[in-house]
């Protein structure tokens, strides 16, 4: 009955935003593909390709709902698909110190983002794939979150990284 209907109607819904999903960031949706031909759900979609690594990764893990719910073949390519970008792009979100939060402007995570969302998602893409890529880089942002060194580093490079940004331009 009723409890039918609606989760026809989730399903439904879900869908007609996995259908979003494909749909290119010219033609006015939120994917594209960068220079390595690799997908990307784009969080702030804008001219210029912002590639957020949480944004793309919470929209693999709504996806991933979705294939848990329906089983579909072609949702799984995709999670595959979505999946193989992170593990060949992961590098990217890699400061050497810290966590990076996008590849256009290249800003440090904040320490909230850095502790909260960015190891965390690491875990739970290590969780859900095996891959040991995401628990790599789990248990290395976890360890720059402990060092004091890092800590200092960070603050330096938090005041500094925005002015070495307007004298590139």
Not at 77 to 97: A, F
């Amino acid at each position: 009955g009723q409890l039918f209907n609606q989760e026809e109607i989730f399903i439904t819904k879900s869908r007609s935003a996995y259908d979003f999903l494909h749909i290119d960031y010219e033609n006015g949706g939120v994917r594209r593909f960068d220079k390595n031909g690799l997908l990307w759900y784009e969080e702030y979609p804008s001219s210029q390709p912002s590639f957020v690594m949480n944004g793309f990764i919470y929209t693999l893990l709504g996806i991933y709902d979705l294939w848990r719910i329906t089983g579909d073949d072609e949702i799984k390519k995709t999670i595959d698909e979505c999946v193989r970008t992170m593990k060949e792009s992961i590098h990217l979100y890699d400061s050497g110190y810290w966590s990076i939060y996008d590849q256009d402007k290249k800003e440090l995570a904040t320490e909230y983002y850095h502790k909260n969302i960015h190891i965390p998602l690491m875990e739970v893409l290590h969780n859900l794939t095996g891959e040991e890529i995401f628990d790599s880089y789990n248990k290395r942002w976890k360890k720059q979150l402990n060092s004091k060194l890092n800590k200092a580093w960070l603050q330096i490079m938090y005041r500094i990284q925005p002015r070495l940004r307007r004298f590139s331009k």
